[in-house]
Nanobody
Framework: HVQLVESGGGSVQAGGSLRLGCVAS????????MAWFRQAPGKEREGVVS???????QYADGVKGRFTVSQDSGEITLSLEMSSLTPEDTAMYYC?????????????????????WGQGTQVTVS
């Protein structure tokens, strides 16, 4: 039984930084795709960044240069450092994972390829 548990998030002023974390448990993670998605009120869930078991990273255009994903392969902890935050980054952020293949589909495919989801953590930028 796979579980994804997010941490971090909160409220910050524009221009500030936040760090999100996601710990995965319950599976053998030699082959995976993990990602961060976000969903603002009234909007569709959109991909922010993904990383696969080969280390390939995809960033959404709107976060390139501001967000950085990292991973602790020993514990399968996925972190997201967010800087230069703007009110447009305000959303519920979700950790997602898929273990059926060893690579990630393009972020533009949306949430469908992902089987497992965390409960979400709120990020508010004012």
């Amino acid at each position: 039984h796979v579980q994804l548990v997010e941490s971090g998030g909160g409220s910050v002023q524009a221009g500030g930084s936040l760090r999100l974390g996601c710990v995965a448990s319950g599976n053998y993670f030699y082959r995976y795709c993990m990602a961060w998605f976000r969903q603002a009120p009234g909007k569709e869930r959109e991909g922010v960044v993904s990383i696969d078991s080969q280390g390939t990273i995809q960033y959404a255009d709107g976060v390139k240069g501001r967000f950085t994903v990292s991973q602790d392969s020993g514990e399968i902890t996925l972190s997201l450092e967010m800087s230069s935050l703007t009110p447009e980054d305000t959303a519920m952020y979700y950790c997602a994972a898929d273990y059926s293949i060893g690579y990630c589909h393009p972020l533009t495919m949306g949430p469908e390829p992902y089987t497992y989801w965390g409960q979400g953590t709120q990020v508010t930028v004012s």
